[in-house]
C-alpha cells in the first residue's frame, strides 16, 4: 500500500534506498530496493490513523515512460478540492450502478421455474444464463477498466449503460433459451461497465479511511438491491410474467442514465491517464498480479464470492422443487438473507472506524465457513430438511457483508496507481467465480442439494486460506494489520 511520487520536495529525484525506508523499521533505509523503476518514484509509507493504513495522496500515476512527462501530480490542496465533490447523491448513483449486476440476477431468480417451462429448456441450460451474464459482466471489466484508464470515466460510464439498457430489452423480448443467453451476455457487459467504473470514480477521489467508509457504506445500500430484487420479482410474476422482470431493468437503466449525466462529473484529469489502451492494461495487470497483497485481497473476495454464488444460483430450485416454498415465499427467505448481508455491511462500515479490516474480514469468514459446512452436514446427513436449509443459506449469506467490502478496499490500497485496471480485476475475479459457480450448483438437476453444499464448502475454505496467506504479507507492512 504505496503512494508514489517522482520528485522530492525539492524537486529532485528521489533516493530509491532512503525512499523505501520505514519509520518502523529502521534498518530498511540501507536496503536497495527490488524493484528496477524504483528510481522513478518515491515510496512513501503508509500513516496509520486510528489503526488503518492511510495513503498519502493516493494519486493514479501514469505507468508508460513516454507518459511520465506529462505527468502531473496533483497538490494537497488539488486533492482536497477533488475529494470535496463526494456527494451523497453521487454515492447513490455509484451504487446504483452497481447495484444494477444484483437486480439482473436476482429479480430473474424466482422466475427460474416459469423460465423453463415457457422456453422448453432445462435447469441447467437456465443456468447457463447466469453464467452468460456474468461471462459478460467479466469482458466488461475487463474492457472498460483500460478505457477508461485512456479517455477517462465518464463516457465508457454511459456507454456501459446503454448496452445494459439494450441487452434488458433484447432479454425481455427473447423468444428462446439461446436468445436469452446471447442478450445476458450483452448485458453483463453493460453492468460490468457500471460496477468497474462506479467504483474507480470513488477510487479516483478519496482514499485512507475515507475510502474504507464509503465503500463500505456502498456495499451496504447496495445490498438494498437483493432485498428488493427478488421481492419485486415475485411481485411481477404475481401480475405479469417473466419477461416484465427485464422491462423493468430496462427503465432502471435509463434511470442510471439520467443521473450519470446530470451528477456525475469526469474524476479523472487528462493529465492522469493512461496512454496505450490494452497493451496498458496487460501491462498493468502484469504489474499487480505481481503485488502479492493485492492478488491474495482478490482471491479472498473472489472465492467466497464463488460460495455466495453457489447460493444465489441453486436457492431458488432448493426452495422451491425441493422444499416446496411457493415462488413469493421464497422472495422473502432471499430478501431476509439480502437484508442480513445489508445489515452486517452497515455494520462493518460503523466497526471500520475503530477496528482494522482484517479483523472484520477474520469474523465474516468464520461465519461463512460454519454456516457452509452446516449445510454440507445437513444436506448429507439430514436429508436437507428446511430447518437446516433456510438457516444455513442465512449463515452462508449474511456475513458476507463483513467481507467484499473491507477486502476491495484492502486490495483497492494496493492499486492506487492503477485504479481502472485494478477495479476492473477486482470485479472480474467475482465475476470468473460467478460464471464458474452456477453450471457446478446444477449438475445433478433440480432435486440434489449436494452439488451447491460442497461448491460453498470449497469457495469459503479457499477463501480462509487467501485469507491467511495475505496476512503473511501484511504484517510485515502495517502495525495494524500485524494485530489483526
Known sequence: MTSYDATTPDGHADDPARSAASPHDPSAADAAPSDPHAAQRHLEPPTVTDGFPHLAGGVPVLEDEVDQDLAHRPTESELCRTRSKVTAMMVVVLTTLSAIGPLATDMYIPAFPDVTTELATTAARLQLTITAFFLGTAAGQIVSGPISDRVGRRMPLLLGIVLCLIGSIGCALAPSVQVLIAFRILQGIGGGFGMVLGRAVLIDLTDGPELFRIMNIMQGIGGIAPIVAPLLGGLILLVGQWREVFWVIAGMSVISLIGVIALIPESLPVSRRHTGGFRVFLHNTGSLLRRAPFVAYLLVNMFSGFALMAYVSASSFVVQEMLGFSSTAYSVSFAINSAGMMAMSFLSAHLARTRHPREIIRAGLTAVTLGAVYLLIGVVLLGAPAW????????????????????????????????????????????VAASLA??????????????????????????????????????????AAARA
Not at 397 to 416: D, K, R, Y
Request: hydrophobic share 55%.
Open 438 to 479: 452456477a453450471p457446478l450448483v446444477g449438475v445433478a438437476g433440480t432435486h440434489s442439494a449436494l452439488p451447491m453444499a460442497i461448491t460453498a464448502v470449497v469457495g469459503a475454505a479457499l477463501s480462509v486460506v487467501c485469507f491467511i496467506v495475505a496476512g503473511r504479507f501484511t504484517d510485515g507492512q502495517h502495525p
Open 388 to 431: 437446516v436449509i433456510l438457516p444455513g443459506f442465512f449463515l452462508l449469506v449474511a456475513p458476507q457483508g463483513l467481507i467484499f467490502g473491507n477486502g476491495g478496499a484492502l486490495a483497492s490500497q494496493e492499486a492506487t496507481d492503477m485504479a481502472g485496471t485494478g477495479s476492473a480485476l477486482l470485479g472480474l475475479g467475482f465475476s
